[in-house]
């Protein structure tokens, strides 16, 4: 099968296709998204090497353990967990101390024509939902992480920074839980866009100092963290969604003299993400930007470093 | 009266004695207690210039506006606030927006004869409290704050990083809510001084990686920030409770991957730490290293400089 891989710089290449382990179904990728991770990943984080990507949809085609599932239009989780250890008898499967995640770490990635996953890890995506949604699931999953960690909709004033991806994405879901969001952006379009679904603007980074409850931190940038912890009000929550390489300067004494709360947050629920699409609450389409053949993969990972990019996809079944 | 100046440089100075405002007390300081916050001020911290000082025990001397409380023992509130802003009316007056702070910003401190302070920031010092004790109440207070912000008896593993005095403070209240409290720290005296309080203590700054839920960064250096951060488990706390001065350079990319919670925590309830003191639940006396004559101010401070040194006492009534 052809696969984009990250190795000796990224190329696509052919390789021998994946079996069932245990436990494992055989998806066959119709969709796969280029996620900023993606990016960050081709720039060294983790060390990855292999192929990438871990957002998609895409149909059963293989399971032996339990049949049922070949045909199953699916988007599965990134993480892929050991069942046993204390984060997974905790409730915290998704921070489990030996997992592997799907294209990041330990584990071939989606964009390939064919990706071997745990039954556990897949969610079937209703009827209603297209592939060019259901693509979105795992990162759309992730922007409704924060609003199972904190009470959104019993505050005052939120503030999502970043007219990104992500930023988008949270604003959406955020929005569709009754938060009262603000998306602070710079760019034009992606603000507009952010309007089109109802979403209250701001075209700057900056805000009113010490204004808000809830400050999302999504420009993926150090004067973006900076910006956020300013915009937040003493005794509020920064939200932290970017990943960054390496070690970022934050005031750590505004965190102390205002009591500042600043939470970490990853990986979300695909069902809460699922219904979502399914009610049409949230719509994602309009972010992308573009599909490629996965084929074109190359040129398709070159569009989405371009500056001002939103989503670009792969499409599989367009070799 | 006599007071202990920062100007140019650090010096005992002779002042005219406050007069009371309206609401206000004056209070003829008994004992005052050295802070690390002090040493920051002398630095630089917040440009405070004038008399220093805000760990205090004394003796109301004149009250116009409400003669009852002359005779009274008094440990005060170092927040004074407006009353009126959001902050005051939401129940967060310690970050009232208008406030100034004895000995650190817009107010006058404690090491002096006599200071002027709202009624309303008195507290009542018990009989069974002694000068020696009543004078941590301040800092004693800041050690509760974190156990009004988590329920810290229902924790499994608890680390104070940081054996200085804040540290032991911390872990003696901690100890003292029920918390699974071990103090971690490098100086052979103070961790045997918590021994001797019934506290666990590890003879180093680093633990098992990823062990604790809840770790407290009181090291006040960059340094035990990043033993903190690495100690915390995924989905930990992470509380921050010292000072530094400018920003300090923290691995976001730990918080967002392991969803930590970091929280910022500062002025405590002085009723809390006064109730401890009263049942003798905590004794914070043996931290006492010196006590200094008000005269001899700036020997007094050049002591609390001095490396592995715990708590300097200004004594008043010893001019």
Same mark, same amino acid.
């Given at each position: ?159 999502v920074l970043g007219d990104g991806k992500l930023g988008l994405l949270i604003a959406m879901a955020m929005a569709e839980r009754g938060a009262p969001v603000v998306l602070y952006g710079r760019h034009e379009r ?72 600043? /939470? ?9 993400? /699922? ?11 309009? /972010? ?32």
């Amino acid at each position: 099968m052809k696969a984009l891989v990250h190795d000796e710089g990224l190329a696509l290449v052919e390789l021998a296709p994946p079996t069932c382990e245990a436990g494992e179904a055989l998806i066959a990728v119709r969709l796969a998204g280029v996620c900023a991770t993606d990016l960050e990943v081709l720039r060294g984080y983790r060390d990855y090497r292999g192929v990438m990507g871990h957002e998609m949809v895409g149909e059963v085609v293989e399971c032996p353990d339990d049949p049922t599932w070949v045909g199953r239009r699916v988007a599965p989780e990134i993480n892929v967990t050991c069942g046993h250890c204390h984060a997974c008898r905790h409730g915290c499967a998704n921070m489990c101390e030996r997992r592997s995640v799907m294209g990041i770490f330990g584990r071939p990635g989606c964009f390939a024509e064919l990706v071997a996953l745990p039954i556990a890890n897949l969610h079937v995506v209703p009827d209603s939902v297209d592939d060019l949604a259901a693509v979105f699931v795992e990162p759309l999953a992730a922007a409704y992480r924060i609003s199972t960690q904190i009470d959104v909709a019993g505050l005052q004033s939120v503030a999502v920074l970043g007219d990104g991806k992500l930023g988008l994405l949270i604003a959406m879901a955020m929005a569709e839980r009754g938060a009262p969001v603000v998306l602070y952006g710079r760019h034009e379009r992606k603000l507009l866009l952010a309007e089109g679904a109802g979403i209250a603007t701001r075209r700057s980074e900056r805000g009113k100092p010490r204004s808000c409850d809830l400050v999302v931190e999504a420009t993926g940038s150090a004067s973006g963290l900076k910006d956020a912890l300013e915009l937040v009000r003493p005794r509020g929550t920064l939200v932290l969604k970017s990943t960054f390489q390496g070690a970022v300067n934050l005031n750590t004494n505004r965190i102390v003299v205002d009591e500042i709360t600043v /939470l970490g947050s990853r990986c979300g629920p695909f069902d809460v993400a /699922l219904d979502a699409l399914a009610r049409a609450a949230v719509d994602p389409r309009p /972010l992308i930007d573009a599909t490629y053949p996965l084929a074109d993969g190359v040129a398709a990972i070159e569009h989405a470093r371009s500056k001002g990019t939103l989503k670009v996809l792969l499409d599989m079944r367009a070799l």
